[in-house]
């Protein structure tokens, strides 16, 4: 069957034509399990109030979102989900970290959209729902095309998010002139971004290029001398970019010491992953400009001020989200005529929500992310 493209709010506007053909008296029953109290529980109680925007706006009285406190433990989400279960729940959005989805394979009846972006060693019932590596590396794919980039160099974290990025330069096929993995420990970054880009070689080929000249016979070796030595380096540089897989303060260690080896974002082309447009980049001058995909920004502000106008606060980024996650299962019911089972997650389509275009595909969520900038601080769309 052709892949089909459907907007969220299209289904929105021409659903009510249809309600009363289909199950008009069953209750759609959605859980969600995420953190409520604790630590983290502003992240939950975000997540709830913007499935529970989504509701108002789907404005279909039998979908029932029963939401649950798992108090982001791992034993918590096994009991409050099987909880969920004897009431009748057969979908649940959720949980919220991955250490919390360990365990769900116990119960195989249901079907968990975890906000986790790891693809890895997941049970079988739980569909990363995140912004994962492989739509990042995608929307990374067609950004080398567009500025024509065939050495990129991949700088990799010593994290647990090591092996999701290396999975996905897999599946993806990413062109990469090389790949390093780096330390977190900031006194040993520097070092390794130093071998990497060659540093103390480039460093050399300065000092050697003005002793020649000062041992030479030119007329105007005064005048190169005092050109040289306004460089920190001589030499090429053997990339034209540079893939960044970091996020806030280690992202900005790691430009720092590209800065330090002379490998400005002038020279080579800084890209990262996905920053959700963190506005401390604005501020950090010598790092832009610098690239990342991400999710529709004019979407993601137009959701964020109609949160703020109903809540009077703030969202969490993954409030966002769950917003689309719900307006999704509503979408995807809504063509299996109303019956809940695993198949709606596996069959291939398309769902186009608020973030952009979800892919769906044997129970594998992927995004078709835009791709924007932070240079003379401002975000900017390249596509």
């Excluded at 953190?35 to 706006?57: D, F, H, M, W």
């Excluded at 918590?76 to 057969?90: H, N």
């Excluded at 999701?164 to 990413?174: Q, S």
């Amino acid at each position: 069957m052709k892949t089909l493209i459907k907007s969220f709010f299209f289904i929105l506007l021409f659903s009510s034509m249809f309600v009363e053909k289909i199950l008009a008296s069953e209750t759609i029953k959605i859980g969600l399990v995420v953190p409520l109290s604790g630590e983290y529980g502003e992240i939950g109680n975000s997540i709830l109030k913007s499935t529970r925007l989504a509701v108002k706006q789907i404005d279909d009285n039998r979908i029932k979102i029963i939401p649950k406190d798992n108090k982001a433990n791992q034993e918590q989400t096994l009991i409050v989900s099987k909880q969920l279960f004897d009431e009748g729940v057969k979908i649940i959005i959720g949980p919220v970290f991955n250490e919390n989805i360990k365990k769900l394979d116990q119960l195989k009846e249901l079907t968990f959209l975890s906000f986790t972006n790891k693809l890895l060693d997941n049970p079988e019932n739980v569909i990363s729902a995140g912004v994962n590596s492989i739509s990042q590396l995608n929307s990374i794919m067609k950004f080398q095309d567009v500025f024509n980039l065939e050495r990129s160099i991949f700088l990799i974290p010593f994290s647990d998010f090591k092996d999701e990025i290396e999975h996905a330069i897999k599946k993806t096929g990413i062109k990469l002139k090389d790949k390093f993995i780096y330390d977190l420990d900031p006194t040993l970054l520097t070092s390794q971004i130093e071998e990497i880009t060659r540093y103390k070689q480039r460093k050399q080929n300065l000092q050697d290029e003005i002793k020649r000249v000062e041992n030479s016979n030119l007329s105007n070796k005064e005048k190169i001398i005092m050109e040289l030595e306004k460089k920190d380096t001589l030499g090429g540089i053997n990339f034209d970019s540079v893939i960044i897989g970091a996020f806030d303060e280690n992202l900005k260690s790691v430009t720092t010491s590209l800065l330090y080896t002379d490998v400005s974002s002038k020279r080579v082309s800084y890209v990262t992953l996905n920053q959700w447009f963190d506005q401390s980049l604005i501020k950090e001058d010598s790092l832009q400009p610098i690239y990342f995909p991400s999710v529709n920004r004019e979407n993601y502000d137009e959701f964020f001020k109609r949160y703020f106008e109903v809540y009077n606060v703030t969202p969490n980024h993954l409030a966002f989200l769950s917003y689309d996650l719900t307006g999704m299962i509503y979408y995807l019911l809504f063509k299996n005529n109303f019956e809940i089972d695993k198949k709606i997650f596996y069959n291939k389509n398309k769902f186009k929500g608020k973030i952009g275009i979800f892919k769906i595909d044997k129970n594998i969520i992927t995004h078709e992310l835009n791709l924007y900038s932070v240079e003379n601080g401002n975000f900017k769309k390249i596509f």
